[in-house]
Structures are given as structure tokens and as C-alpha cells.
């Protein structure tokens, strides 16, 4: 199995993210790779840039944050403090492969590109900002593994346009991510009914990247029809990190991961169908049968023969057929009708 048919499977494909709650603590970065393994993770991804490579020093207006959880602070700083050291990431890596998890991360800029490739990551992940980043599309989809493409923010017209740049350099391994680019997301605003449009319009799987607390938006998302599910995890939010209002602790990540494989369980992909244990039901259907005594040549009427339960007789449907018929030989109360017992009335 390929990576991509992996992402695009019904597990779904549950993906940690560790983003900055390691909190600067290299130590505190590899007990949540442990910690994703344990909580039922498929991999574990970063974020791989630097303060510089992803915007500069500048203290205009324009580079302050409005609004949200990280109100009134500066892009640098913000980036500056949240970062995972790069030379981090091949320790990290090791851990995630010593584990049985898949790792990977989401480049901001070539030489993040570069650095993830040769890391040999099985795919990247291009994040809701940097969907309109079509020459870094372009240059991570040169690369020829998946994408996937978070959509927060995005118009349909821009997720074409960051399709087609992917499609362009010859990569067709593309997942789409419904986001909320919140954080952290409220519900009102998450829109997962997108879900099944997305894969409508770009006939391309859809997957789900979560900023909501709690984990009901995971399982309604996969309910829709979503193929992976991206999700904070934090050691615990009393370690004070950029991500931690959206982050779900060790306990919680490993419910998500329950509730939702559960979820994918129970949405199935047949139409109609038995399942193994219905059959032993089966016997308990209704059917003919008859409710007193026939003799030979006596008419079947509505006050000797019923459809009641078991189903060991002919199916309920053929009743009114019976009715008017005549038997055939002696019939004996609690015996089922079949076609074999009566003839012309």
C-alpha cells in the first residue's frame, strides 16, 4: 500500500499534530511522539520553519496580530518562539520510525521543502496560509509525494488554483483538509457539510483538520465522509505553548481516536447486506404459518394460517398468494406454509 492510499483509506488516517507544544523542550517533543503512538496516532507531523523564513523582524502595524489568541503580538515573535529547531527533526523522526509512525511535516518556504526531503518524509502538508503559495505548491509537488492541502480561508476558486498547480508539476496525490482557520475554531463557524462538497467538486478524498476543543467535530467530520483527521496534541495544557487552547491532552487525543474509528466502523460502505451476526437473527423474521389444524382439501383462510414469527415458512409476501388455496394434505398447527402444501382453490 502506498502512502497516499494509506491517507485515503476508511481508517481514517489520524494525524498528531505537535506544532509548538513541546514548548521548547526537545524531551518534551519525543514524550509526545510516545504519547501519539499510545493514543492510536497513524503519524505525527511538525511544522518546519524558521521566524525569518517565514516573515521578518518588522514592527509596522501590519505585522502585529489583530484579533484571536495571540492578540496584539508580533508575526517574529510569534514564529520565533513556536518554532521546532530543525535539528530536532531527524531525532524526532528516528523516534516516530522506532515507534511504527509515519512522520512528517508542513514546509513554509524550498529550503524547508528541501530539508523535509531529504529527511525522506513520505508527504507534505501545505497549510491554510500558504494555500495561495502556488510557487510553493509547485516546487513541493515536484517532488512527487502527496499533498495535502489545507483549505481554511479559501475561496473554491483558490483551491482550484492550488490543485492545479499541484497537477501541474504532475502530481495527482492530492488531499484536500476542510479547516477553520480559528483558533480555537467554534463550532458555529466549522461548516463540515463542505466535506462531501469539497470531494464533489475536485473528485478528490477529503480529509479534516481540527482547531475545535473536544473531539465531536472529528467524529461528524469522518461521519461525512472525511479519510484522515489532523489534531493538536499537547502533553498537557498547563505547559504554556503557542497551541495549547486547541490541543487535546494524551487522554483526550486517545478517546478522538476511539470515537472516531468507531464512527468509521460504524458508518460501514455497503447498501443493504447481512452482517454475520444478522444471520443468526434471520430465523426470528416472520413467515406463514399455520395457526390451526388443516385437513386435506380444507381452504387456507385468515383463521388458519398467519404471518407470525419464526420465518421458517414462505415469506410474508406470498400470504395473500395462500389465501383461497386448498391443502394439499393434512397440515398440523405450528407448521409452516410453503408452496408445496396447497394447490388451486
Given at each position: 500500500m502506498t502512502f497516499y492510499e494509506k491517507?485515503?483509506?476508511?481508517?481514517?488516517?489520524?494525524?498528531?499534530?505537535?506544532?509548538?507544544?513541546?514548548?521548547?523542550?526537545?524531551?518534551?517533543?519525543?514524550?509526545?511522539?510516545r504519547a501519539a503512538k499510545e493514543a492510536g496516532a497513524d503519524g505525527l507531523k511538525l511544522q518546519t520553519y524558521t521566524a525569518d523564513t517565514m516573515t521578518i523582524n518588522c514592527s509596522r502595524d501590519c505585522f502585529r496580530i489583530k484579533g484571536g489568541l495571540w492578540d496584539g503580538r508580533l508575526l517574529y515573535e510569534l514564529y520565533k518562539e513556536a518554532s521546532?529547531?530543525?535539528?530536532?527533526?531527524?531525532?524526532?523522526?528516528?523516534?516516530?520510525?522506532?515507534?511504527?509512525?509515519?512522520?512528517?511535516?508542513?514546509?513554509?518556504?524550498?529550503s524547508a521543502v528541501d530539508f523535509l526531503d531529504a529527511l525522506n518524509v513520505p508527504c507534505f502538508k501545505i497549510a491554510s496560509f500558504e494555500l495561495v503559495d502556488l510557487p510553493l505548491i509547485e516546487y513541493a509537488a515536484s517532488k512527487r509525494k502527496p499533498l495535502l492541502l489545507s483549505c481554511g480561508m479559501a475561496s473554491l476558486e483558490e483551491i482550484g488554483e492550488a490543485q492545479r498547480a499541484a497537477y501541474g508539476r504532475g502530481n495527482r496525490e492530492v488531499v484536500l483538509l476542510k479547516c477553520c482557520s480559528e483558533y480555537p475554531a467554534r463550532y458555529g463557524d466549522m461548516n463540515l457539510a463542505a466535506i462531501p462538497e469539497l470531494r464533489k467538486t475536485f473528485s478528490l478524498p477529503v480529509g479534516f483538520s481540527d482547531h475545535t476543543p473536544g473531539s465531536i467535530a472529528d467524529v461528524v467530520a469522518v461521519s461525512l465522509g472525511a479519510c484522515a483527521i489532523e489534531k493538536h496534541l499537547c502533553l498537557s495544557r498547563g505547559i504554556d505553548s503557542a497551541d495549547k487552547a486547541f490541543s487535546l491532552e494524551p487522554g483526550e487525543f486517545r478517546k478522538m481516536v476511539k470515537n472516531v474509528r468507531t464512527?468509521?466502523?460504524?458508518?460501514?460502505?455497503?447498501?443493504?447486506?447481512?452482517?454475520?451476526?444478522?444471520?443468526?437473527?434471520?430465523?426470528?423474521r416472520r413467515s406463514v404459518f399455520a395457526v390451526k389444524s388443516i385437513r386435506a382439501g380444507e381452504l387456507l383462510t385468515e383463521e388458519n394460517i398467519r404471518v407470525i414469527r419464526p420465518g421458517c415458512g414462505m415469506k410474508p409476501k406470498y400470504y395473500s398468494h395462500a389465501l383461497g388455496k386448498r391443502a394439499l394434505r393434512d397440515i398440523e398447527r405450528g407448521e409452516p406454509i410453503e408452496f408445496g402444501l396447497f394447490g388451486p382453490g
Open positions: 491517507l485515503c483509506g476508511r481508517g481514517p488516517y489520524i494525524i498528531a499534530e505537535m506544532s509548538s507544544n513541546h514548548a521548547g523542550s526537545l524531551e518534551n517533543a519525543l514524550k509526545i511522539v521546532t529547531p530543525w535539528e530536532w527533526h531527524g531525532v524526532i523522526r528516528d523516534e516516530c520510525m522506532k515507534l511504527g509512525l509515519d512522520f512528517f511535516s508542513t514546509p513554509y518556504d524550498r464512527a468509521a466502523e460504524i458508518i460501514g460502505g455497503k447498501a443493504g447486506g447481512t452482517s454475520t451476526l444478522e444471520k443468526e437473527s434471520m430465523p426470528l
